[in-house]
Structures are given as structure tokens and as C-alpha cells.
């Protein structure tokens, strides 16, 4: 809902917001009245002690203080709980006991002082009732720490661009000083710079880096009219929709494993939703029946997988290998490396080479395999390595995703930019900081010779480039750059960014390109495109939604920690209403907005066509995408199951235009889980697992 609007500003908080912390503030006010109560009633005849009526004033003050903001947030409370995230007048109460409660803090911070004075300073003295003093004590320093909270809570939901004066002007002041210097996109750079902890320094990548950053959010969030918590309610009744939809859709997939090509050909298709069905069920039967080359059998996808692994180093070899990962460190680890010379050629590793160890024990390759490795890490800069595989009679080029803020500053840096090579054509874009960051390996191994060493050493090699996430896009890209010299590459991109290439850039790599994605990883699915029609599907679930919003948080927390879908939050009314708001909306957006300005009407046009060069060009997965999910049966009775529990498919860039909101939209993102469900398929095949040169 709109941004609560107080002291002629608005904040980044909603009139429904208030629930959870008023009930925590008058949980911790009872409990403190109560306390108070109890010790005045113990101790009143003992406070006849010098300075004793201080206590008594004190006391007295701080009953009526404690009574009236527990009055207060009691209204609050009840007014904030009113009716649903849309309906703003049933909460018009809301801003003014706001004032009051605000008001209130006046006396407790005068009263406080007060009692710090006559505390601290001596001059209450009451060895007869020494508890009343330890009591009156805990009460100042609690209530300096409300205060305290308060501060701090102002701080967190003030908005910098909130100003009455803007409200109405904001909109004709970004076209006055245009995008890239605007308070918006400044705003956003400093937001960037203090979520990242600078950590990124102050040369000029970093601060273009940041620039191109805070376009992009600004250009992003613009027209999004929502607090943070509306978001969370939306994205929350968006995954328990979706999981209910799952479930009963789930035996209806089961049948749909069983349907043969007759059946599916004498289906009648009456609409756009039919048809978009019938695609994804003829593209999952007729997957089986696919005959690919060599290189994209699930054994050697899986086994170029442990490379792009291996270059994520020793974080992620513990997490893999909790039990006995540190023991296997240690077989590679040099104590003190730093002072002695090391059989290969590696960069930014630390002083006991764990990193380098972690690789050797993922990869299983040896010493003099090893051509290059860096694990440099900087803006525009991914670790990778360059190793030798006999098995497959290959030199890999493997490139790590992303592991710091560093490298979240490059993924962010998602406006789709040509690529600087006069071969390619010109409709050929991607996401720039991912050209980025190949031109610095691109740089890295042509000023290195890396490749070309690997090439003498090993003349009748072909060449292999992959990567997970980061390195999948990276990895894709630098395939694009170097096939002028090695027209017979082959790229494997892991979990690569959906927003990564354009479509004639991803037709273009399928000669060569193989993209493996797992279930519904959310990267395989994000784009600027996808985002944006994802913002509008979170916009008209929150404005369709007829549950209170802390019921909506509520359900969440309880689905999280408990299971099950709360029903009550999923109701059909609010499809209905869904259906309803859809209708009423795309009917808004066909009405054109009444300009009175010529000015406006030309500025508003002008930032209306860069707006859509950033957040409407398509953008895809590169290559052939080999998807892998979890087969239906296993998820419902995985006791009656046998095989493997993951299957796979090639599927068409088009089935991931969308975000999927689900409990395993981040977990299937993470490398070591897309390793073992490519592992549980290989070794679920008939054939045993082995990759054999020159196939």
C-alpha cells in the first residue's frame, strides 16, 4: 500500500506495519508495570529513607507514563490490524495516535532524566529498600534504550526522497537533471555503497560499477508505490499459492507421464493457456527420444560440472564435505606458502594455499595439469583456472561464480551492452558485467599465453570453458570471444543468469553452448525483462490480497517452521479478485495519461524510451538447456520410488521468462546441490559413468 504519510513526509512504512511492534512494546510495558507495581507494593514502607519521596514522584510519574503508552499502543495495535494491505481509510486513526504516541516520549525522556539525576547522583539513599533502588536503576536504563530504538527505528524508515515538496515535482525533477545524476540514482549508489561496506574502494571501476548499479534499481523500483513489508506479504502469499497449485497439480502430472503422442495430438486446444500447455507436455514427452551429440550426454555434463565446482575453492569444498573436508584439505595445504615457492602458477590464493588445495581434491587433477590459477578477486575480475583433462582430451578454462560483494556488484550490473568485437554483429548484446569480467580473463590468458602454452603442451586438445552462475555467464561469454580462434570450443554453463545474452546471441551459441539448470533456480529465470513482469504480478497479488497483512507475515512464519499451506490467505475470493484487478489494470495501462505540459510530455517520453532500452530488451539463456527437476512421484511417495530422483529434459528458453516463487528458488542455485542431482542422474544411467577422449 501507499507509504505511511507523517510530519508532511513519507516513510518507508505502512499504516499496517505497526502490529508486531506495538504488541512487542506493550508486552515489554506490561511487564515492566508489573515489575513496579510489585516493588512499590513491597518496599513503600521502607522508602521514609532520605531522598525516599524522590522514589515515590518517580515511581508515581512513571505509572501514569507506562499506563498511557500502554493505552496508546493498545489503539495502535487495534487500528493497525484493520482490514486488508489496500484499504488505507480503515486505518486513517493510525497517523494520529502516531502523534500521540510520539508526544508521549516528551514526559518518559523528561522523566527519565529526572530520575537519572536523583538516582546516579546520590540522591536517593534507601539501604532499607535497596531492591526499589536496583529497580528504579533498570527502569532508566530501559527506558533510555526505548528511546534509544526509536531513534533508531526513524532511521530505518526514513526515506531520503520522501519530502511533501516531492510528491508531485519528483517526477519532473529526473528529467530536469536526467537519469544517470539524478536523487534517485545517487540515492541508490549511496544505498549500494553502504550495503557493499565500500569494500570495493574508490578507484574508477568501482565507482562505474556503482553508477551502472544504481541506474538500473532506480530505473528497476521507480514505480513500485510499496513498503518493504508489502513485498514480503506478496512474495509470501506468491509461494503459498504456488505450492498449492503444485499440489494439485501434482497427480494430474503424474497422469500427464503416461499420456502417449496420440493422445496428446487429439487434444483440443480452445486458448492461449492450452497452447502454452501443450508445448511444455510435447516438449517434455519427446525429450526422451532427443538424440544429441557426445558432449551432451548427462556423463560428460556431469563431469565438467566437478571443474566448475573446483573453482569455488574451500568454502564450498566444507560445505560439501562437512564430516571429512578438513582432513582432505590438508593432503594440499602448505603451512607457511607464502615463504616458500609453489609447483604451480597461482594468484591470490592465501598463505596455506586452501584454496588450491580445495581444487585439487574436486578436480582430482595433478601439479603439472595445473597452467593457471587466480583466485584474484575484484570488480569485473572472477577467479578462474586453466587445467588439462586426459579423460576428455581437453584444456578447461573453469570460472567461479559468485562467492563475495564483489562479484554481486558485476552480477547487478545487468543493462544489456554490445559486445567491442567488430566480427560479431551488432544486435549481438549482454550483460555488461559480465563482458566485463571476460574481457579481463580474455586479457588475462592472451597476456599470460596461457592457452597457447596449454595448446603446444597438448597440440591435439580441444578447448573447454565453464563456470557456475557468475562463471556460467562469464564462461558463455568468453566462448563467444574466443571461437575465432578455437571454432571448436565447447561451453558449459551451470545455472547461468536468464538475462544474459540476447536471443540471436543465444540461437548463436547452441552450436557450441549446453546451459544445465536445476528445478526452479530463480537465476535461470532472472532478467531485467522478468523482473519486470514479476513486479507486476507481486503489484496485483498485493492489490487483490484480502487478508490483513499480519496474518499474511504470520501464515508465513507458521508455514516455515511448522508446514502446511494456511488456506485462509489463499482463498478463492482472492483469485477472484485477482481475475477482477487483472482486467481493471490492463485497462489502465491502455488509457494514456493526460500531459498539460509539452515539456513534461517530451521529458516523460524520452525517459519512457531509455526506461524500455534497459528493462524490455529480451534477454535468454544461452545454447541448449538441458533441465533437470525432480521427478513428481518423488516429492509425494519417494518410499515407493526407484532410480534416480532427478530427471531431465531439453528445454526451450521461453519456458523460463518468469520468476517461480518457491520453497527451492535459492537452494537449486547452489553449485554443490546442481553436482549431486547431475550425479544422481549419471549414475542412475545404464551405462557406466565414463568419459572417453576423442568421442
Not at 513489508?229 to 494439485?248: C, F, H, P, T
Request: hydrophobic content about 40%; glycine content about 4%; some cysteine.
Amino acid at each position: 500500500m501507499p507509504a505511511l504519510v507523517a510530519f508532511s513526509r513519507k516513510w518507508q512504512v505502512a499504516t499496517d506495519d505497526f502490529v508486531f511492534p506495538g504488541l512487542i512494546e506493550l508486552f515489554i510495558r506490561v511487564c515492566w508495570l508489573i515489575a513496579a507495581c510489585i516493588i512499590y507494593w513491597q518496599h513503600d514502607a521502607n522508602l521514609a529513607c532520605p531522598g525516599g519521596h524522590y522514589m515515590r514522584v518517580y515511581l508515581y510519574g512513571n505509572f501514569v507514563v507506562l499506563l498511557c503508552l500502554i493505552f496508546t499502543d493498545v489503539g495502535l495495535i487495534q487500528n493497525s490490524m484493520s482490514s486488508y494491505i489496500m484499504d488505507q481509510q480503515a486505518r486513517k486513526y493510525v497517523t494520529p495516535i502516531l502523534y500521540i504516541r510520539l508526544l508521549l516520549e516528551l514526559p518518559e525522556i523528561g522523566w527519565n532524566v529526572l530520575g537519572t539525576v536523583w538516582v546516579f547522583e546520590h540522591t536517593v539513599s534507601c539501604p532499607d529498600a535497596p531492591d526499589a533502588v536496583i529497580y528504579m536503576k533498570f527502569l532508566i536504563w530501559f527506558n533510555w534504550g526505548v528511546c534509544l530504538s526509536i531513534l533508531v527505528a526513524i532511521a530505518l524508515v526514513f526515506d531520503p526522497l520522501g519530502s511533501a515538496s516531492r510528491f508531485d515535482e519528483h517526477r519532473y525533477e529526473r528529467f530536469e537533471v536526467g537519469l544517470r545524476s539524478s536523487r534517485t540514482t545517487r540515492m541508490w549508489e549511496k544505498r549500494c555503497k553502504v550495503l557493499m561496506c565500500s569494500c570495493m574502494g574508490n578507484d574508477e571501476m568501482s565507482r562505474d560499477a556503482f553508477k551502472e548499479m544504481g541506474k538500473i534499481i532506480s530505473l528497476l523500483f521507480e514505480d513500485l508505490d510499496f513498503v518493504p513489508s508489502d513485498i514480503a506479504a506478496g512474495l509470501i502469499v506468491l509461494n503459498l499459492k504456488s505450492q498449492a497449485e503444485a499440489e494439485r497439480r501434482t497427480p494430474h502430472e503424474l497422469q500427464v507421464d503416461c499420456v502417449s503422442n496420440e493422445n496428446l495430438s487429439s487434444h483440443v486446444i480452445t486458448n492461449e493457456d492450452d497452447f502454452r500447455q501443450h508445448l511444455k507436455v510435447e516438449a517434455r514427452l519427446s525429450s526422451l527420444s532427443i538424440q544429441t551429440d557426445p558432449w551432451n550426454t548427462p556423463q560428460r555434463i556431469c563431469h565438467f560440472m566437478k571443474f566448475a565446482l573446483g573453482s569455488y575453492g574451500w568454502p564450498w569444498y566444507l560445505v560439501a564435505h562437512m564430516k571429512t573436508g578438513l582432513c582432505h584439505l590438508w593432503e594440499n595445504i602448505l603451512c607457511c606458502g607464502c615463504c616458500v615457492s609453489h609447483p604451480c602458477s597461482v594468484e591470490g590464493d592465501n598463505c596455506c594455499y586452501c584454496n588450491f588445495s580445495a581444487l585439487k581434491q574436486t578436480v582430482q587433477v595433478e601439479n603439472k595439469d595445473l597452467f593457471y590459477i587466480s583466485f584474484r578477486n575484484n570488480v569485473y575480475q572472477t577467479p578462474f583456472f586453466v587445467a588439462i583433462d586426459h579423460s576428455t582430451c581437453s584444456i578447461v578454462v573453469s570460472i567461479r561464480g559468485t562467492m563475495s560483494l564483489r562479484d554481486a556488484i558485476t552480477d547487478l550490473t545487468v543493462e544489456a551492452k554490445p559486445f567491442d568485437d567488430p566480427d560479431l554483429p551488432t544486435n549481438f548484446k549482454a550483460h555488461y558485467g559480465m563482458i566485463r569480467s571476460a574481457k579481463h580473463v580474455l586479457d588475462k590468458l592472451e597476456t599470460l599465453q596461457v592457452l597457447q602454452k596449454a595448446k603446444n603442451a597438448h597440440p591435439t586438445y580441444g578447448l573447454v570453458v565453464t563456470g557456475h552462475s557468475l562463471g556460467a555467464g562469464t564462461a558463455t561469454i568468453l566462448s563467444i570471444m574466443l571461437r575465432k580462434e578455437f571454432p571448436f570450443l565447447r561451453c558449459y554453463a551451470y545455472s547461468p543468469p536468464a538475462g544474459l545474452v540476447t536471443f540471436e546471441a543465444a540461437v548463436y551459441c547452441e552450436e557450441f553452448t549446453t546451459s544445465v539448470i536445476l528445478g526452479d533456480d530463480i537465476v535461470g529465470r532472472l532478467s531485467v525483462p522478468a523482473f519486470e513482469k514479476f513486479k507486476t504480478k507481486l503489484q496485483t497479488t498485493i492489490k487483490s490480497c484480502r487478508t490483513p497483512k499480519y496474518r499474511i507475515l504470520m501464515g508465513g512464519c507458521w508455514h516455515f517452521l511448522v508446514g502446511g499451506i494456511p488456506r485462509n490467505i489463499i482463498s478463492d475470493e482472492d483469485s477472484r479478485e485477482n481475475s477482477a484487478h487483472r482486467s481493471e489494470t490492463q485497462l489502465l495501462q491502455g488509457t494514456p495519461e493526460t500531459n498539460y505540459h509539452t515539456y513534461v510530455s517530451l521529458a516523460e517520453e524520452s525517459h519512457r524510451l531509455h526506461r524500455e532500452a534497459v528493462t524490455k530488451c529480451p534477454m535468454f539463456m544461452p545454447g541448449k538447456i538441458f533441465h533437470v527437476t525432480e521427478r513428481p512421484i518423488f516429492q509425494s511417495r519417494p518410499d515407493l520410488v526407484e532410480g534416480a530422483r532427478y530427471e531431465y529434459r531439453w528445454a526451450d528458453r521461453e519456458e523460463f521468462s518468469e520468476i517461480l516463487v518457491t520453497p527451492n528458488m535459492w537452494t537449486h542455485h547452489y553449485p554443490d546441490t546442481v553436482w549431486r542431482a547431475l550425479l544422481d542422474i549419471t549414475n542412475s544411467e545404464p551405462e557406466p559413468f565414463a568419459v572417453l577422449c576423442n568421442s
